[in-house]
């Protein structure tokens, strides 16, 4: 079983389209998030793969993960701003398989003890990387796991809009790795809704993760 997992704000309804018509026809189930919408857009209804739900932006970038502990298989990460080529799920899955523990194609490995003035990711995923590399932080738009072998729920999120550090705290709590996986130049297509690198929140975040490299 392979669930992809998305949230979207309605302003972004043109890139959920784009994101879910590269993603149905990859996976078992396509689960979408719809945060502040009034009604699902006319592309999710009578979809047999698509089940969606509307909700407020309460739980932020966190919406993607809603139920996800109430999946079993292989969980897809996705974003309403990113286009997943074909192939995408099958090579995120064939990563798990080699490398276990949570699979992604961008992230960062800090350097230790962390400091607020280190922003964004070391790796990206619209920027070629030849071969895998261990992170302490992975991108969400475009992670997978398995349910046996790493578990979250949305409990988990104590901020909105940090889902990669609160993954990455759970992942050292369990003791999964991050890895990263090769990829070449937009292997995934950005819309550019927003940077790719993730929000530093300051003094805040420095001292989350420092409790988790450690």
């Known amino acids: 079983m392979i669930t992809a997992q998305i949230a979207s704000i309605p302003s972004r309804v043109d890139?959920?389209?784009?994101?879910?018509?590269?993603?149905a026809g990859q996976v078992d189930l396509l689960f979408v998030a719809l945060k502040n919408?009034?009604?699902?857009?006319?592309?999710?209804?009578?979809?047999?793969?698509?089940?969606?739900?509307?909700?407020?932006?309460?739980?932020?970038?966190?919406?993607?993960?809603?139920?996800?502990?109430?999946?079993s298989g292989y969980v897809l990460i996705c974003d309403d701003d990113l286009a997943y080529p074909q192939?995408?799920?099958?090579?995120?899955?064939?990563?798990?398989?080699?490398?276990?523990?949570?699979?992604?194609?961008?992230g960062r490995r800090y350097d230790e003890p962390f400091a607020?003035?280190?922003?964004?990711y070391d790796y990206k995923a619209h920027v070629n990387l030849n071969s895998?590399?261990?992170?302490?932080?992975?991108?969400?738009?475009c992670m997978a796991f398995h349910t046996d072998n790493f578990k979250i729920s949305t409990d988990?999120?104590?901020?909105?809009?940090?889902?990669?550090?609160?993954?990455?705290?759970?992942?050292?709590?369990?003791?999964?790795?991050?890895?990263?996986?090769p990829h070449p130049d937009r292997y995934v297509v950005h819309f550019g809704y927003a940077t790719m690198s993730m929000e530093v929140q300051d003094s805040y975040l420095s001292d989350v993760i420092n409790s988790f490299l450690k």
């Open 37 to 71: 919408y009034e009604e699902a857009p006319p592309f999710l209804v009578n979809n047999r793969k698509i089940v969606y739900v509307l909700m407020d932006d309460s739980l932020g970038d966190a919406a993607k993960f809603y139920d996800v502990d109430q999946r």
């Open 87 to 106: 192939g995408y799920a099958r090579y995120m899955v064939n990563g798990i398989k080699e490398h276990g523990g949570i699979v992604s194609l961008s």
């Open 156 to 181: 988990d999120f104590l901020n909105d809009n940090m889902a990669d550090l609160w993954v990455a705290k759970a992942a050292k709590e369990q003791g999964v790795r991050i890895m990263v996986l």
């Open 116 to 120: 607020p003035a280190h922003r964004g």
């Open 132 to 141: 895998p590399k261990e992170v302490h932080l992975g991108g969400t738009g």
């Open 15 to 23: 890139g959920l389209e784009m994101a879910v018509s590269s993603l």
